[in-house]
T-cell receptor, first 109, second 114 residues
Framework: GQSLEQPSEVTAVEGAIVQINCTYQ??????LSWYQQHDGGAPTFLSY????GLEETGRFSSFLSRSDSYGYLLLQELQMKDSASYFC??????????FGGGTRLMVKP | DAGVTQSPTHLIKTRGQQVTLRCSPK?????VSWYQQALGQGPQFIFQ???????QRGNFPDRFSGHQFPNYSSELNVNALLLGDSALYLC?????????????FGPGTRLTVT
């Protein structure tokens, strides 16, 4: 199977830390990517994990555990502009992406 | 450096009609993928073009077809439009032989079928 599961909504306050979890089915799995999409905008790439462990890019970090078929995106020092939808996506052969349903993050003051 | 561009931005069509959407990839990219995104959902992979050939295809009917030109730009054609084809159509470009897994998405074409 190809499906990915992630929470539909998360709410947090400015300055806080939030973790968005993603579980996936393993068939044909190459790696896990994360994309951010603001309302009316294009998805933009945040990070990629091909191997187990943590990848850090500024305020954002992403983690992958292949043995658990699980990953997460960690957003630190939340800002209002981080309010958006966040998608985990499986990287398949040929760099084709299978997306999860998305997590809508609302950051409150 | 121009990013991925798509045209038109919005389109309204009637059920049964045909539509063509266009995409120009990011400069230097040779691979174009098309995705359909229904409201409130994640993008779904339609197909991918490289070297002017369809290389991979998602679970979409033959009404969805495409083309890639020698300059790497691409078209998505949808025939016999259904109400359920109303969605945001996204084009993403990448470099086939690149070491980066990042795909660059265009702003999309919002298609409404009435």
């Amino acid at each position: 199977g190809q499906s990915l599961e992630q929470p539909s909504e998360v709410t947090a306050v400015e300055g806080a830390i939030v973790q968005i979890n993603c579980t996936y089915q393993t068939s044909g799995f190459y790696g896990l990517s994360w994309y951010q999409q603001h309302d009316g905008g294009a998805p933009t790439f945040l990070s990629y994990n091909g191997l187990d462990g943590l990848e850090e890019t500024g305020r954002f970090s992403s983690f992958l555990s292949r043995s658990d078929s699980y990953g997460y995106l960690l957003l630190q020092e939340l800002q209002m502009k981080d309010s958006a939808s966040y998608f985990c996506a499986r990287n398949n052969a040929g760099n084709m992406l299978t997306f999860g349903g998305g997590t809508r993050l609302m950051v409150k003051p | 450096d121009a990013g991925v561009t798509q045209s038109p931005t919005h389109l309204i069509k009637t059920r049964g009609q045909q539509v063509t959407l266009r995409c120009s990839p990011k400069s230097g990219h040779d691979t174009v993928s098309w995705y359909q995104q229904a409201l409130g959902q994640g993008p779904q992979f339609i197909f991918q073009y490289y070297e002017e050939e369809e290389r991979q295809r998602g679970n979409f009917p033959d009404r969805f077809s495409g083309h890639q030109f020698p300059n790497y730009s691409s078209e998505l054609n949808v025939n016999a439009l259904l109400l359920g084809d109303s969605a945001l159509y996204l084009c993403a470009s990448s470099l086939r032989a690149g070491v980066s897994y990042e795909q660059y998405f265009g702003p999309g074409t919002r298609l409404t079928v009435t």
